[in-house]
């Protein structure tokens, strides 16, 4: 199983990204998918993961109504579309899988880690 992020950059406030995270070793349908993200000095925190089999999709509150989580099994990749970017979003993003998760936004969940990618929002 191996996963890759890519997607992450400087962006000022209110500009938009779309993270990926190509996989390969599993169906991006058949396993829980998630995103997280790292400043230093604070915990990995999930913000947005989708349960499979399917208990829905989870969104932090912080970033509700501004991020959403998708995925293309044709592709073997899911995504992370963020708008309206914030400085306080400029983090770590790494995206994460695993098989029958739940729930997805606990980080010690879930075995399969793609390199950190940075997002810094700053104008």
């Known amino acids: 199983v191996q996963l890759q992020a890519s997607g992450g950059g400087l962006v000022q406030p209110g500009a938009s990204l779309r993270l990926s995270c190509v996989v390969s070793g599993f169906n991006v349908d058949d396993w829980t998918i998630a995103w997280f993200r790292q400043v230093p000095g604070k915990e990995r925190e999930g913000i947005s993961c989708?349960?499979?089999?399917?208990?829905?999709?989870y969104y932090d509150e912080s970033v509700k109504e501004r991020f959403i989580i998708s995925k293309d099994n044709a592709k073997s990749t899911f995504y992370l579309q963020m708008n309206n970017l914030k400085p306080e979003d400029s983090a770590v993003y790494y995206c994460a899988a695993d098989l029958g998760v739940y729930p997805c936004y606990y980080p010690k969940n879930l075995r399969h880690w793609g390199k950190g990618i940075p997002v810094t929002v700053s104008s």
């Open positions: 989708i349960s499979t089999p399917s208990v829905g999709i």
